[in-house]
Every structure is written in C-alpha cells, then in structure tokens.
C-alpha cells in the first residue's frame, strides 16, 4: 500500500510520528505499529522534519502487509502523523483486505 498526501502545517514541531490502526467490524481496535514487524514510526523519515505552521509539506508512506495478515477482513484504518503539539495529519480509510 502506498500513500501520498499533501498537507499544510498547523504547528511547528521539531518531529514527527506515525500512529497506525484498524478498527474491524465490531469494534476491535488493532494497533498495527505493534502487529507488524519492522513498523518504522518515525514519520521524519516520510516527510521533511522539521515542520513550520503554514508550510505545505509532502510525505509518501509506503507500508507492507505481511502475508500472515488475516484475510476477507473490512476495516477503517486510520493513520495520524503526529507532532510536538497534536496531530499533523489524520485520515481513515475503508478497505477490505484480500489475497
């Protein structure tokens, strides 16, 4: 899965960091950055640390689900990128994962 969003600065913060989860039907909320192996949450190195209030900033996010991921499961994943002061960024998506 690949992202690719643009943003603009609501803060100025020295960093960055990713909060990744999935909300599966029924509630139950999965945390990925514990679930997946090699979850890299230091979102300096997708966007360009550091961050000015009002600058518009760009991140790509590149992220692997591994082949023991459960299948024919729909979710909400929700991402937020967060700074020194509160989120950056924060968006969900509804996806279904296949094989």
């Known amino acids: 899965m690949v992202a690719n969003i643009a943003y603009n600065g609501?803060?100025?913060?020295?960093?960055?960091?990713?909060?990744?989860?999935?909300i599966l039907e029924g509630g139950l909320d999965l945390d990925f950055s514990t679930l997946i192996l090699g979850f890299d949450s230091d979102g300096c190195r997708d966007t360009p640390c550091p961050i000015k209030t009002g600058e518009t900033k760009k991140f790509t996010y590149r992220l692997?689900?591994?082949?023991?991921?459960?299948?024919?499961?729909?979710a909400d994943v929700k991402a937020r990128l967060i700074g020194?002061?509160?989120?950056?960024?924060?968006?969900?998506?509804?996806?279904?994962?296949?094989?």
């Open 64 to 74: 692997t689900i591994p082949d023991s991921t459960p299948t024919d499961i729909k």
């Open 10 to 22: 609501d803060q100025d913060s020295t960093k960055a960091a990713w909060d990744l989860h999935a």
């Open 84 to 99: 020194d002061y509160g989120d950056l960024f924060c968006g969900s998506v509804n996806k279904e994962i296949k094989r």
